[in-house]
């Protein structure tokens, strides 16, 4: 144990004598935090998410505020929260030019990245971080809870929780390595995320229309190098607030058709890249066991919700399917 403690005492003045640290002495202090806004709307979630950062230990080394041409919430931003860096994204509007723009000029070795309705745990950096010890580790991503305003509806299905940004039944419960992981909490290797142009600014969210820049990401920078892989963390938690708006039933056909629509899109531009299996594989598996799980619920229990969540799985995939007709049809007019 003497021996062991002293090698790893030499090993540390080595790497500091070099100007370097160990690989596996990854701090918060490493990380910039990106938070993503555009409306004055969201100011009160938009402060839980900044003092949710600031509160701990568990400290970034710089908290950015990117938004999305507003110069009214840039400015009050600026008188609000001194102390953080604010940036305007005056080019492409959407959430992947905002978060572009909050990425530019940054040191640090790692960006991490949420969204103005998104609150953090204790020791979130720090375990979202923490996988990145493995230098094939080119992203990360961390758990997400729903934080709903009001009670969750009885229909909604947790296989679906993906449609109001949080982690849902058939994702990893340990770490593990995944395709890809939401931008709303995720963290990159700085220099391989401009290797690859960031997000793609000609696709993703923008007001109401969604689609999946963040995948698209994930995909392109893992083909960045032989063997470049994501992790999921899920220990690394985050709440994600969950407005009465987005409990309706007509918001979550809304949501998943959308969903599917852009799937196909984005397997369109990454070609050979992405074949979609992550996709067919929870429509396979997942979506059929949560079927099941609900009927037998209903039927075993008497409890009405599971009949309902098995109706609203029924009208998910439905509601996905029509966006992926649609959306395939749409690119073969381009074409």
């Known amino acids: 144990m003497v021996l062991a403690a002293e090698l790893r005492n030499q090993v540390e003045q080595i790497a500091e004598q070099l100007g370097t640290q160990p690989e596996n002495d990854i701090k918060a202090s ?46 009050r931003i600026k008188q609000e929260w001194p102390h953080v860096t604010a940036k305007l994204n005056t080019g492409q509007q959407g959430a992947s030019g905002t978060r572009n723009t909050g990425a530019q000029g940054i040191e640090t070795p790692f960006i ?24 094939a580790v080119v992203g990360t991503g961390g758990g997400v809870v729903p934080g709903w305003e009001t009670r969750r509806p009885r229909w909604f299905p947790e ?28 963290a990159v290797r700085t220099d391989v ?13 923008v007001g109401n229309r969604s689609s999946p820049e963040d995948t698209d990401l994930c995909i392109r920078m893992a083909a960045s190098a032989p063997g470049a ?6 220990e690394a938690v985050a709440q994600h607030h969950v407005p009465v708006s ?28 992405e074949k979609l299996q992550s996709e067919r594989d929870y429509m396979r ?24 969540k098995a109706g609203a799985i029924t009208a ?17 007019g381009k074409g």
């Open 112 to 135: 991490a990245f949420i969204d103005d309705d998104i609150s953090v745990r204790e020791d979130w950096l720090t375990r979202l971080l923490a996988p990145f010890a493995d230098p």
């Open 246 to 273: 987005r409990t309706s039933f007509s918001y979550f056909l809304r949501r998943t058709y959308l969903e599917g629509r852009g799937k196909v899109e984005m397997a369109r531009l990454l070609g050979r890249q």
């Open 229 to 234: 892989t994501w992790v999921y963390a899920p």
């Open 30 to 75: 490493d990380a910039t935090v990106v938070v993503a806004t555009y409306s004055t709307q969201r100011w009160s979630s938009l402060g839980a998410a900044v003092e949710s950062l600031l509160s701990g230990p568990d400290r970034p080394r710089q908290v950015v505020i990117a938004v999305d041409q507003n110069e009214e919430l840039y400015d």
């Open 316 to 332: 998910g995939i439905f509601a996905a399917a029509t966006g992926a007709v649609i959306g395939t049809r749409s690119l073969a």
């Open 159 to 186: 296989e679906f929780d993906w449609a109001i940004g949080a982690s849902y039944r058939g994702m990893p419960t340990v770490q593990s390595a995944v395709r890809n992981v939401w931008s709303e909490n995720m």
């Open 285 to 308: 598996r997942t979506l059929p066991s949560g079927i099941a799980a609900g009927l037998w619920s209903t039927a075993r229990h008497g409890n009405v919700s599971g009949v309902l």
């Open 193 to 205: 995320f401009h290797s690859v142009g960031g997000f793609r600014t000609d696709f993703g969210k």
